[in-house]
């Protein structure tokens, strides 16, 4: 339903691409040559996605080999870079949906979804209360919604929550976020029942050293996850915070 009432608004108002404001002719804000010179994420390692060459044997980077994150795989379609950057950031900070949503549309096209259980489960990485109020929704959350309308897969958005409301992490190198993301998120009471022996897929905006991501799957597997994968906008290179 979701598919057919957005494509008729499209025939209706034709897309404009968000990039370089051209007529798209398609049912997407985004025309073909923007879209073809986007950052893709395509040569990276296939368990925390670094846009590195990795081993050809494994398929993992030089981290990864040696101390692999307790998360399967991780799925994302770009490179934290122009104009990805600055698409994310009109998102989150000035609720502009529809970046969001047309970056959501294109994560939810990648093929590494197509190597998921068929029973996966979409969690978005929650907000504290805190900033939650301060801007007023979960950009995890949007993402998730996009996914699960274009994979038709279960969002399960109320089994966790977030504890720390301390420094935003974008301000902090790599040691502190590990420090400030310990012990900061937790499974709600009476909720591990719906994830035990599932198979998960954590959806966020953007990886950047995986504290988050490392911190929150250990608390899922912790609380009888099965496998707990990683599906992400975009991927920060190496060595940028």
Same mark, same amino acid.
């Given at each position: 339903?979701?598919?057919?009432?957005?494509?008729?608004?499209?025939?209706?108002?034709?897309?404009?691409?968000?990039?370089?404001?051209?007529?798209?002719?398609?049912?997407?804000?985004?025309?073909?040559?923007?879209?073809?010179?986007?950052?893709?994420?395509?040569?990276?390692?296939?368990?925390?996605?670094?846009?590195v060459a990795s081993n050809s044997a494994?398929?993992?980077?030089?981290?990864?080999?040696?101390?692999?994150?307790?998360?399967?795989?991780?799925?994302?379609?770009?490179?934290?870079?122009?104009?990805?950057?600055?698409?994310?950031?009109?998102?989150?900070?000035?609720?502009?949906?529809?970046?969001?949503?047309?970056?959501?549309s294109l994560l939810a096209r990648h093929?590494?979804?197509?190597?998921?259980?068929?029973?996966?489960?979409?969690?978005?990485?929650?907000?504290?209360?805190?900033?939650?109020?301060?801007?007023?929704?979960?950009? !995890?959350? %949007? @993402?998730?919604?996009?996914?699960?309308?274009?994979? $038709?897969?279960? #969002?399960?958005?109320? &089994? *966790?929550?977030? =504890?720390?409301?301390?420094?935003?992490?974008?301000?902090?190198?790599?040691?502190?976020?590990?420090?400030?993301?310990?012990?900061?998120?937790?499974?709600?009471?009476?909720?591990?029942?719906?994830?035990?022996?599932?198979?998960?897929?954590?959806?966020?905006?953007?990886?950047?050293?995986?504290?988050? !991501?490392? %911190? @929150?799957?250990?608390?899922?597997?912790?609380?009888? $996850?099965?496998? #707990?994968?990683?599906? &992400? *906008?975009?991927? =920060?290179?190496?060595?940028?915070?």
């Amino acid at each position: 339903m979701y598919d057919l009432l957005r494509s008729s608004s499209f025939r209706l108002l034709p897309g404009r691409c968000l990039l370089c404001g051209d007529l798209t002719g398609r049912d997407i804000d985004l025309c073909i040559g923007c879209e073809q010179d986007l950052p893709y994420n395509n040569t990276c390692c296939k368990r925390c996605a670094l846009p590195v060459a990795s081993n050809s044997a494994t398929g993992l980077c030089m981290t990864c080999t040696r101390k692999p994150p307790p998360f399967e795989r991780t799925i994302s379609s770009f490179i934290y870079s122009f104009p990805i950057g600055e698409m994310i950031t009109t998102f989150k900070e000035h609720r502009q949906f529809v970046y969001g949503h047309l970056l959501a549309s294109l994560l939810a096209r990648h093929t590494g979804f197509d190597c998921l259980p068929q029973d996966s489960l979409l969690l978005p990485v929650p907000l504290s209360r805190r900033r939650l109020r301060r801007r007023g929704f979960n950009q !995890a959350e %949007e @993402i998730a919604n996009v996914i699960a309308r274009r994979r $038709a897969l279960p #969002v399960l958005a109320s &089994v *966790l929550d977030s =504890t720390g409301a301390g420094t935003p992490q974008k301000l902090l190198n790599a040691a502190a976020r590990r420090r400030q993301v310990k012990g900061s998120y937790r499974i709600r009471a009476g909720t591990a029942a719906e994830i035990r022996g599932r198979n998960l897929v954590l959806v966020d905006d953007v990886m950047t050293t995986a504290a988050t !991501a490392t %911190e @929150i799957t250990r608390c899922l597997l912790d609380a009888g $996850a099965a496998h #707990v994968s990683i599906a &992400v *906008l975009a991927r =920060t290179p190496a060595g940028i915070l």
